[in-house]
């Protein structure tokens, strides 16, 4: 039944997409499965998953790993949120690999691990930096936000969980970085969605005409995906 819903997806109007879905997920909820929508923090494209209500976000990986291995993810999850950019260096996490209640593991294996929790999408990786994959995310975001509620917050543009953002300094809003680009650009001088205070961080491929009136120094992003 799943299936067969899930394919006609490719046959309907992209601008009924979220009409379409809503109607889909009334014919799942007695399944206790819902198919949600999630913000790619890379590029902004929207990415959409299945998901099982009946299972906790802690209990959805537990038939595919070890608790060994599940304790590593949790840990690594702690350092991906508690950054300062929504990543955690290969170093760090794998410094981690001994210190596990369950069981002490190798630096060898717990490559392993990463290795597989970046081929089962629940991490990705770039350049030796790890942070949480947008399936990730979809999946576990009602657990980010209830077990890290001083730090978790989401994005003011799309409503999604916003892992690596950019926050206002004067009323502390987050927003992805693709979502930034867009909502700024052609704008000449960024000012914050909700306080209406100047933009501070320094985004490529915005326009920043009459920026040089402030002399507080910007902090460099990645590049416009677009």
Known sequence: ???????????YAHDKLDDFISTINSHLQPLFMQIRKGISEDDGRAHYAVVNLAETEVTKMASDYTEMELELFRKTMDLIILSENGFASSTD??????????KKMKKKEAEQVLKVFVEDKWLSEKNGEYTLHTRCIIEMEQYIL?????????CNICHSLAIQSQVCESCGIGMHLPCVRKYFRGQAEPRCPKCNEFW???????SRMGSQTHHRAPFLVVDDAS
């Open 93 to 102: 996490i794998l410094n981690l690999a001994d210190q596990l209640k369950t």
């Open 1 to 11: 039944m799943v299936l067969g819903v899930l394919q006609k997806l490719v046959y």
């Open 200 to 206: 501070y961080c320094d985004t490529p491929g915005v």
């Open 146 to 154: 209830s077990n890290y509620q001083d730090v978790a917050r989401k």
